[in-house]
């Protein structure tokens, strides 16, 4: 069964029109990540949550925000997509023994690709 | 900072060939190394990891040695089937300041019958 589940696996947007993309875990996992795909590169850590408390990296554009209202769901929220956007967005769950620490190694859901027109 | 370097792709093999995906890091402290593999619209599948020092990793006939002397973790597999085609990521963590995993560019590889 799946620990990581995305939703939806694919989104279209229009540009400019705010997208939240979703990710539920089965595994009560204490840390949560998101992370932005292009096509043809590796992965980019955009923030995680330890808990409740919100850890952004520093080059995140202000475009993206996240909310984690309980343990099991995270959302991705895009306030103004634009065309250089357009990606696979992962999301992942860890354990922590003390914030920011991974303890265990991240599993990650089958992402959600946005495209942008 | 940390990073990891991996060999260019793609990387095209036969059937039951033997295949090594060179990756190195450099990184102060202790990280933790992990290859991922992503098969084709799909997310990441954590393959194998190892967390200190000469450590081996393996799983469905993949592996890969911690070398701390090299800074490498290169990914071996005797004999590949079709369905090892995908993409192979290595990464690393820290454990002692880190939480995100900091990946290498990836590799792709096609095999081929």
């Known amino acids: 069964d799946a620990m990581v589940i995305q939703n939806p696996r694919y989104q279209v947007t229009q540009f400019g029109k705010p997208v939240t993309l979703s990710c539920s875990q089965t595994?009560?996992?204490?840390?949560m990540y998101w992370y932005q795909q292009k096509s043809s590169q590796a992965p980019k850590l955009l923030f995680h949550y330890y808990d409740k408390d919100f850890n952004n990296e520093a080059d995140t554009p202000d475009n993206f925000q996240s909310r984690r209202p309980n343990t099991s769901f995270c959302f991705l929220d895009i306030r103004s997509p634009g065309l250089g956007d357009a990606a696979m967005y992962l999301c992942?769950?860890?354990?922590?023994?003390?914030?920011?620490?991974?303890?265990?190694?991240?599993?990650f859901g089958d992402g959600t690709r946005l495209s942008i027109l | 900072g940390d990073s990891v370097t991996q060999m260019e792709g793609p990387v095209t093999l036969s059937e039951e060939a033997f295949l090594t995906i060179n990756c190195t890091y450099t990184a102060t402290g202790y990280p933790s190394l992990f290859w991922y593999v992503q098969y084709p619209g799909e997310g990441l599948q954590l393959l194998l990891k190892?967390?200190?020092?000469?450590d081996k990793g393996s799983n469905k006939g993949f592996e890969a040695t911690y070398r701390k002397e090299t800074t490498s973790f290169h990914l071996e597999k005797g004999s590949v089937q079709v369905s090892d085609s995908a993409v192979y990521f290595c990464a690393l963590t820290q454990s002692n300041s880190g939480y995100a995993l900091n990946f290498g560019k990836g590799t792709s590889l096609l095999v081929t019958p």
């Open positions: 992942a769950i860890g354990e922590g023994d003390r914030p920011g620490v991974a303890s265990r190694p991240q599993h």
């Open positions: 595994l009560n996992h204490n840390v």
């Open positions: 190892a967390t200190k020092a000469d």
